[in-house]
């Protein structure tokens, strides 16, 4: 048995372009999964060649995004590769149905595994988060039991005095955290010291119904603590130093990436271009954001950047008019961009349909 620890492998290549994109899967999900798996099935191809393997195989099933995203990365990585993919047999589906039978056959062969018929959570456990399928969960308008979660206390469990902590950016991606005093610095040393202030506060839950690849809706439950913070404070120091235009272009770069990523294309071109336009974007995204960690919440309180020049405290305060340019410029700022907008208008009276009209 080979075993390859590529945390910051995954910090490093994954997760930090994850940041700097913002990246989200159906306005839900962060993509802890499928973040996790290009870095893997990596991995596996550089060990199988290692070994004079010629076989990779995984136990994904027949029905969910994993097996497309172990193979495809496969495929990418190396063409020649063999697979064997045990659910897609038809001597192992027709033995093993499902993951009951599996159940059943572990403990019938005194196999110890940490699921059993009360929590038979199908679970992908690794440095971003946690995730919950199967048993009742399969039954959407069910609650997910109390004693599921294992990466994050309940919130409403959470302690009483919020926490408060400050991250450091540099072109977009983390570079120090401060918190109860420590300085924290090095990727994978500041994602494990967010993932630890996430679970102690209860942040970075979500119950979703999700679009597989595939076709079918699944729900899953994620445990996702230091990417949650780590995220909305990137998030929140874009507004101050990110160009607007830029940021309007790279949300829906954003959106083609975490696609990508969920769907296995991580080894694409498109996937390469996509990336290398969303680096750029970020080459400004220089600054501090302070936070509080409570009770399930991330509430940022302040941030600030010495570099960008984009936000003017004098420019923007509504007690001076000492700026390079006049308030009476607005007139005709207005009146221009109204220009398309009368004529909507005059049409929609010649209609019949002014929009003046009340319902």
Not at 87 to 102: H, K, S
């Amino acid at each position: 048995m080979i075993i390859e620890n590529v945390q910051q492998e995954l910090i490093d290549d994954l997760v930090w372009p994850a940041i700097q994109c913002n990246a989200i899967y159906e306005g839900q999900y962060l993509l802890g999964t499928s973040l996790a798996r290009p870095v893997l099935a990596r991995a596996m191809v550089q060990v199988a060649k290692d070994n004079n393997c010629t076989i990779l195989s995984h136990g994904c099933t027949g029905k969910g995004n994993d097996q497309v995203r172990f193979e495809l990365a496969w495929k990418a990585c190396d063409p020649k590769m063999k697979v064997l993919a045990p659910w897609r047999i038809p001597a192992f589906f027709n033995r093993f149905q499902g993951r009951a039978d599996l159940l059943k056959f572990a403990e019938e062969q005194k196999i110890p595994v940490s699921s059993t018929p009360k929590a038979p959570w199908s679970m992908d456990d690794n440095i971003i988060h946690c995730s919950y399928e199967a048993g009742i969960l399969e039954q959407t308008d069910k609650e997910p039991p109390k004693d599921m979660w294992k990466r994050t206390v309940d919130p409403l469990d959470a302690p009483d005095k919020p926490t408060r902590f400050t991250v450091y950016f540099a072109e977009g991606v983390p570079v120090k955290l401060e918190v109860d005093g420590k300085t924290v610095t090095g990727s994978l040393e500041i994602f494990k010291e967010a993932n630890e202030l996430g679970r102690a506060n209860g942040i970075g839950r979500e119950d979703i119904v999700e679009s597989r690849f595939i076709g079918l809706k699944s729900r899953g439950c994620y445990d996702t603590p230091g990417l949650t913070i780590l995220r909305k404070l990137h998030q929140n120091l874009e507004g101050l130093v990110m160009d607007s235009k830029v940021r309007i272009i790279r949300d829906r770069l954003s959106d083609d990436w975490a696609q990508c990523i969920y769907n296995g294309m991580y080894f694409t071109p498109e996937r390469e271009f996509v990336q290398q336009a969303i680096s750029f974007s970020q080459k400004q995204v220089d600054g501090k954001v302070e936070a509080l960690a409570y009770k399930g919440n991330v509430i940022i309180v302040g941030r600030s950047s010495e570099t960008s020049n984009l936000y003017s405290e004098e420019e923007s305060s509504m007690d001076t008019l000492d700026m390079d340019w006049s308030v009476e410029d607005t007139t005709g700022f207005i009146n221009v961009n109204a220009i398309r907008i009368a004529k909507y208008g005059e049409r929609k009276i010649r209609d019949g349909e002014p929009l003046s009209k009340r319902k």
